[in-house]
């Protein structure tokens, strides 16, 4: 490693000497340091493969700055995704140099699967996983000045009237970047302001973004001459001193409607940094409308589709037809919901068709579904193709899938069925799912009711993550929610099950458990009695320590499928998801770049949670009345999501 170092060094150092005999004198390229972040996980590639793929996005992208007319700039190379983005108010040479900074600074991150580093003048992030159509995440935060404006109170109120435009403006803008001035009214001085989005979001996504960014910086406008909002989307910030230019400031006129400083548009922009939860209840109520209004024409194949739309809005009569009158030799599944149905359409299709039973909360689980994953389509995810609400009647339609549910195929009546590639592919599948979800979609959808039940498999055993109706959005200027605790005992992590903190980590923690009950033929929350009473958790864990692992594989699997290496490695991936606490837990996509991996991953072993054999009683006393009768309930709504034959 001392050899690789010395060589990022050196590969920096002939990069800075081309750029002073190349480029004219620099005049501020604005590298005061906002923020650095670095992956806690390191590269498995072997170190020298992954400093040339760094080495050659890095090169990738700052030729796009030095030689293009542009301020933004992707690259990848597989498996590394790299962004960078200047302020648009600095010029190619001040671009270039502030790039420059921003990889010496990545360097520190050694082999570590992802950085990224923020300066007032540019940004530079890298992951090993997608992550453009991100617009948030946990580390958005403010960064307040020390200094005071002159007249602060007259200052607020100009700069707040500035920021104030630019969140209405700049999504409106090509490029989503805004530089904005005004002068304070009897105070011979002037505030600056200045917005920027990624251009790989959209621009709900920018407008949403900065809406978070608004809401942040209002911590320092009270008493601070400047501040800067920071998010891994967008960029906002205001300064009682120069930014940029006079001749780099953006006309927002055309952009916020109405041609001027209205009351009327004051409203609107008031209405727009008000935050995400108005922008996602709009959206809902849109959806809904469209669902209500009769289609021209059938929408067709979605998985052929070139635009995503809504959901298709089935009549009644149709799905009860097609489901022989919601037959009992139809049905698939049942809970205490309702049921589920096997239905074939008029063209032939043969789809799954969720029959709900009246009752508030059922009304609450349609509006869920319906909401959050109308538009969510991933290859590892249950597709809804569309919904019937007549009266009372609740309907959800989903796409068949002939080979049932995981669980099944774990400890049901067709447990032995499944060799290790496809278990191994399952796993992989489901990771896949769940990074979509708390990743990659616009918004984070914490899922809630992770489990074998809930995975369904398609005619090649490919998973599909199902039964979104106890999920939950993750508002994204928060780390986690309170809440009360729904889901299924057995598979839930312990800080939400006893103190209701939901974060994606609970997703991950009960991947983890699903892993080991697809490793072992074990349900979860069965106790084995010879030789000693343990959940498999526990089990997993004590043969882990005794090193032990094979000793966890399900009997019915043929040992010449799999060797003791692979099988310490999934282990250990179920292992480092349980973790407790839960910053210990990867993300769902650095579990997804391990299990790509057939190389060691942990240098260390993984920390044991917090409690593990007395789990299920502690949750029961842990909790209040409604809280066991939600988890019991969810148990119920979890089991009518089996789309699947009999």
Same mark, same amino acid.
Do not use: W
């Given at each position: 490693m001392a050899v690789s170092g010395r060589w990022w060094w050196w590969w920096f150092a002939v990069l800075i000497m081309v750029v002073s005999l190349s480029e004219p004198a620099l005049a501020n390229p604005q590298t005061y340091q906002l923020a650095k972040g670095c992956s806690p996980y390191n590269t498995s590639d072997p170190p020298e493969d992954f400093v040339r793929k760094i080495n050659a996005t890095f090169a990738h992208l700052r030729n796009q700055f030095s030689r293009g007319n542009k301020s933004f700039a992707t690259a990848e190379h597989i498996p590394i995704y790299a962004m960078a983005q200047c302020r648009n108010y %600095?010029?190619?040479?001040?671009?270039? !140099?502030?790039?420059?900074?921003?990889?010496?600074?990545?360097?520190?991150?050694?082999?570590?699967?992802?950085?990224r580093v923020i300066f007032d003048g540019c940004f530079l992030r890298y992951e090993m996983n997608d992550f453009y159509n991100k617009i948030t995440d946990e580390g958005n935060r403010q960064i307040c000045g020390k200094r005071t404006a002159h007249n602060q109170d007259v200052f607020n109120t100009t700069a707040q009237q500035?920021?104030?435009? %630019?969140? %209405?403006?700049?999504?409106?803008?090509?490029?989503?970047?805004?530089?904005?001035? /005004?002068?304070?009214?009897?105070?011979?001085?002037?505030?600056?302001?200045?917005? /920027?989005?990624?251009?790989?979001?959209?621009?709900?996504? =920018?407008?949403?973004?900065? @809406?978070? @960014?608004?809401?942040?910086?209002?911590? =320092?406008?009270?008493?601070?001459?400047?501040?800067?909002?920071?998010?891994?989307?967008?960029?906002?910030?205001?300064?009682?001193? +120069?930014?940029?230019?006079?001749? /780099?400031?953006t006309n927002l006129a055309p952009f916020l409607g109405g041609g001027g400083r209205s009351g009327k548009k004051k409203a609107i922009i008031a209405g727009v940094a008000g935050g995400v939860g108005i922008i996602l209840v709009l959206a809902a109520l849109f959806l809904y409308q469209q669902s209500k209004k009769p289609k021209a024409a059938r929408r067709g194949d979605i998985l052929g589709a070139t635009q995503l739309r809504g959901p298709e809005n089935y009549g009644y009569k149709d799905l009860k037809t097609a489901t022989k009158?919601?037959?009992?030799?139809?049905?698939?599944?049942?809970?205490?919901?309702?049921?589920?149905?096997?239905?074939? %359409?008029?063209?032939?299709?043969?789809?799954?068709?969720?029959?709900?039973?009246?009752?508030?909360?059922?009304?609450?689980?349609?509006?869920?579904e319906v909401r959050l994953i109308t538009n969510v389509h991933h290859r590892n995810l249950i597709r809804l193709l569309g919904c019937s609400a007549k009266g009372e009647e609740l309907l959800l339609v989903y796409e068949y899938m002939a080979n049932a549910s995981l669980d099944r195929y774990m400890y049901g009546d067709k447990r032995g069925m499944l060799n290790w590639k496809q278990r191994v592919d399952i796993i992989f599948g489901t990771a896949r799912g769940l990074a979509y979800l708390h990743e990659q979609f616009h918004v984070c959808i914490i899922h809630r009711d992770i489990k074998s039940s809930n995975i369904l498999l398609d005619d090649e055993f490919q998973p599909k993550i199902a039964d979104f109706g106890l999920a939950r959005l993750l508002p994204e200027n928060q780390s986690h929610v309170s809440t009360k605790f729904a889901g299924t005992l057995g598979y839930t992590a312990p800080e939400y099950a006893i103190h209701g903190h939901l974060s994606e980590k609970v997703d991950i923690y009960s991947f983890g458990v699903v892993v080991l009950e697809i490793l072992s033929g074990r349900r979860s929350s069965d106790m084995r009695v010879e030789p000693i009473t343990e959940y498999l958790l526990e089990q997993a864990w004590k043969l882990y320590e005794n090193e032990d692992c094979l000793g966890l594989v399900d009997k019915t699997l043929d040992p010449s499928e799999y060797n003791a290496e692979e099988v310490k490695r999934m282990l250990e991936i179920a292992l480092v998801c349980t973790q407790s606490p839960p910053n210990l837990r990867p993300s769902m996509s650095e579990v997804v770049i391990m299990l790509s991996s057939d190389r060691p991953i942990? /240098? &260390?072993?993984? &920390?044991?949670?917090?409690?593990?054999?007395?789990?299920?009683?502690?949750?029961?006393?842990?909790?209040?009345?409604?809280?066991?009768?939600?988890?019991?309930?969810? +148990? !119920?709504t979890a089991s009518f999501s089996g789309f699947s034959g009999r």
């Open positions: %600095l010029s190619k040479p001040d671009c270039v !140099a502030c790039f420059d900074a921003a990889v010496l600074v990545s360097r520190q991150c050694s082999i570590a699967t992802g950085a500035l920021l104030n435009e %630019l969140v %209405l403006a700049t999504p409106r803008i090509h490029g989503f970047f805004a530089a904005a001035k /005004q002068e304070i009214s009897g105070g011979g001085a002037t505030a600056y302001a200045v917005a /920027q989005c990624i251009e790989t979001i959209t621009q709900t996504g =920018c407008m949403e973004c900065l @809406a978070i @960014a608004y809401s942040n910086i209002q911590n =320092c406008l009270p008493k601070s001459g400047s501040g800067r909002a920071v998010d891994v989307g967008c960029f906002l910030r205001y300064s009682n001193k +120069h930014i940029f230019a006079n001749n /780099q400031t009158g919601f037959s009992e030799e139809n049905k698939l599944g049942e809970g205490g919901f309702g049921d589920v149905y096997k239905g074939t %359409l008029k063209n032939g299709d043969v789809v799954a068709v969720k029959k709900l039973v009246i009752s508030s909360r059922a009304k609450a689980d349609f509006d869920s942990f /240098q &260390n072993k993984p &920390n044991r949670p917090s409690m593990i054999s007395d789990f299920d009683q502690r949750v029961l006393t842990a909790t209040d009345t409604s809280a066991t009768t939600a988890s019991s309930t969810s +148990h !119920a």
